[in-house]
């Protein structure tokens, strides 16, 4: 494998790569990719759909994940093949760009994969399947603005983000929990664009998932720095302070020498004026709330709770910038530097005890463009797996707000789709007719997904779909009554975005490795075995590579 070069002139093999090295050279290179993203769309492909099923992961330490989002299997597995790597880097744009359809993007990615491997086949050069591939991918997004339906009315966000929850954990709470997350993101909206930053979301065990709710405001998860501090302030005027309520230790070395106890007591009470001086600055302020980024010295502490303020401590920078949009409070350096106008406003800042720690409300702020979503659930692991689920309503409303236009799920974008791609294949000549007509066959994988992963007949199901296809775009998989129907109707709306992004990233990331023809992968440690193939590490039991 190491001897990559050729003979010398002596006939001795001239050595260019390091002995243990592993080439793979041309079809096997491309057979070797093409299973392992077929193998990694087959782990995950079970997951799609209201009816998917979840996967428990364990890690080396015997921590438990139990989920179904494909984006958390893939980060949780612990992949070495390089290929199978690429896909994962599909789940996770996915993930970041839109917040749903991780799975949907991997599967189809895995599709067009085993697609490209027949068409190789028949001899077919891998450049014209990836030319093929991109022109399809081009087309399937001219298709997809034409399926899309304008829509961004409230009804709709809220069909949306249940959507996306469904068959998550949420089931029996998807209702409520959609009109938190809609709450949410329209209420942190700037000029039609959302930060998913400004939502923040605390979870809590020990609860029904109904308990789950929206404050309007921030939730700190921390306490007051001392007991004699008041546990509920109303008409609170909110202090944010980034620097430490203590005496500073000078820059440089210094010695101070005290010669007899006066001195000593002098140097004492000089610390404590100076410490009380910072207090008294916060007071005059007219904050009685105060939320630090740095530490609070105990004798601070003891003037700010006699002075009737509630203050707490080594607050996350993040938490800092979410209580200042929250309550228009301004974060400040120097203390010196602290005034009225510097403060924020909230109608209640109170500590509460949820699940046994105690945690701080910021609550009933005027129009705040920060809010948080406490999620409440049973069991650490449900509560987990709700807190996927929010997520991916969140990163689905806010593409629906953005974007302003919704497409019909189960299964129905997609056989639009490739119902399309085979009408234009029909107009193309050259071998690249055949690549997005493949194209088209694999965008099928997801309604035969659905209907595998429901307990129906897949071929039926697609057969009945093209069929019904023929009258109307939005005819889709109703996976619960096992029939085909106007999806738009029932109620299964999804952004465009999330079929843009999945197909896009998915077509990419199979050219690329479709034109892959040369794995050179040394051995040294640390680094895969391509040898022996089991390169899908950290699940057990799964069948090696090759």
Known sequence: MAQFGGQGQSGQPILILPEGTNRFLGRDAQRMNILAGKVLAETVRTTL??????????????????TNDGVTILKEMDIEHPAAKMLV????????????GTTTAVIIAGELLKKAEGLLDQDIHPTIVAMGYRQAAEKAQEILNVISIDADDRDTLLKVAMTAMTGKGTEK???????????????????????????????????????????????????RVHPGMPKKVEDARIALLNSAIEVKETEVDAEIRITDPAQMQAFIEQ??????????????????VMF??????????????????????????????????????KVVTNIEDLSYD?????????????????????????DPKAVTLLIRGSTEHVVDEIERAVEDAIGVVSATVEDGKVVAGGGAAEISIAKGLKEYADTISGREQLAVAAFAEALEVVPK?????AGLDSIDSLVDLRAAHEKSLYMGLDVFKGEVRDMYRAGVIEPRRVKKQAIQSAAEAAEMILRIDDVIASTGAGKPDMEGMEGMGGMGGMPPMM
């Open 49 to 66: 759909g209201p009816k998917g099923m979840d996967k428990m992961l364990v890690d080396a330490l015997g921590d438990i994940v139990i």
């Open 342 to 366: 510097d403060l924020g406003e909230a109608g209640m800042v109170k500590e509460k005890k949820i699940s046994g720690d105690e945690m701080i409300f910021v609550e009933d702020c005027k």
């Open 173 to 223: 709470a998807r209702e409520p929990l959609a009109e938190l997350v809609v709450s949410a993101v329209k209420q942190v909206e700037e000029n039609g664009e959302i930060e998913k930053d400004h939502i923040k979301i605390e979870k809590k065990d020990g609860a029904i998932i109904d308990d789950s709710a929206l404050v309007q405001g921030v939730i700190i998860d921390k306490e």
């Open 271 to 288: 610390e404590e004026r100076m410490i009380k001086g910072m207090v008294d600055k916060i007071e005059d302020a007219g904050a009685n």
């Open 449 to 453: 997904t659905l209907a595998e992963n």
């Open 89 to 100: 880097e599909v789940a996770k744009t996915q993930e970041d760009e839109v917040g749903d």
């Open 292 to 329: 630090c980024q740095k530490g609070i010295d105990d004798l601070a502490q003891h003037y700010l709770a006699k002075a009737g303020i509630m203050a707490v401590r080594r607050v996350k920078k993040s938490d800092m910038e979410k209580l200042s949009r929250a309550t228009g409070a």
